[in-house]
């Protein structure tokens, strides 16, 4: 109950965080919000929790909120402005993992030595994570914003474009993302159990991210 409790803070944090620096500094605030999301995601998605006896990586607002801020930039500017947005998430999370890789391989001191092995374990170990959390966020990425820009031009309502893209791109996603980490060291009932799990509430994280877009684009363009 407590891992949900914290889920739902992590969320309303990050909805309010895009919220107001794209009030405030315009499509400078979603690259912004998106630099700084990511990065926190490279180092959340490091730990797990367990939810119904599966374990799963943390991180499920910040990796729904680089989503979200995705499509917002897709509503405010169009898809070709989704290029720079995927450059700037590769970029930040590949930099992200190679300094904390490269501070995890520098010699220690012994000078509280247990902690300084311990954060070094966590960033030398964890390659199959960090890639599958910048290769999946990607994919995600482009296919929501077309998916967006297309259901926009058809139905040209928020909800519609958002609740449809995120529902497919999640998808996609959590598929990537699992098997990229987990493929042969679970079993196949147990990473498709992770999947599904993974994938309903990430959805239901996306599908609450109309709100943050809709509210962005009504009184801030």
Do not use: H, W
């Amino acid at each position: 109950m407590i891992n949900l409790l914290l889920i739902i803070i992590e969320v309303f944090l990050c909805y309010i965080s895009l919220i107001i620096l794209a009030k405030k500094f315009k499509t400078d605030g979603i690259y912004i919000f998106a630099i700084i999301a990511t990065i926190m995601a490279c180092l959340m998605n490091l730990k797990q929790i367990t939810i119904m006896n599966i374990n799963i990586p943390i991180g499920f607002g910040l990796t729904s909120s680089i989503l979200i801020a995705g499509n917002l930039l897709t509503q405010i500017k169009g898809k070709e402005e989704i290029k720079n947005y995927l450059l700037l998430i590769t970029i930040t999370g590949v930099l992200s993992y190679i300094f904390l890789y490269l501070s995890s391989i520098i010699e220690i001191s012994d000078f509280n030595y247990y902690a300084n092995k311990s954060y070094d374990n966590i960033f030398t170990y964890n390659l199959k994570l960090s890639l599958g959390l910048i290769i999946s966020l990607i994919i995600s990425i482009m296919i929501s914003s077309n998916l967006y820009y297309t259901i926009k031009r058809i139905q040209n309502k928020i909800i519609y474009s958002n609740i449809f893209s995120v529902i497919i791109s999640s998808f996609i996603e959590n598929i990537i993302f699992i098997i990229i980490i987990y493929l042969f060291n679970y079993s196949f009932i147990d990473i498709f159990l992770c999947i599904l799990l993974r994938y309903i509430i990430k959805t239901i994280i996306l599908i609450i991210g109309t709100i943050p877009i809709y509210i962005t684009n009504k009184y801030n363009y």
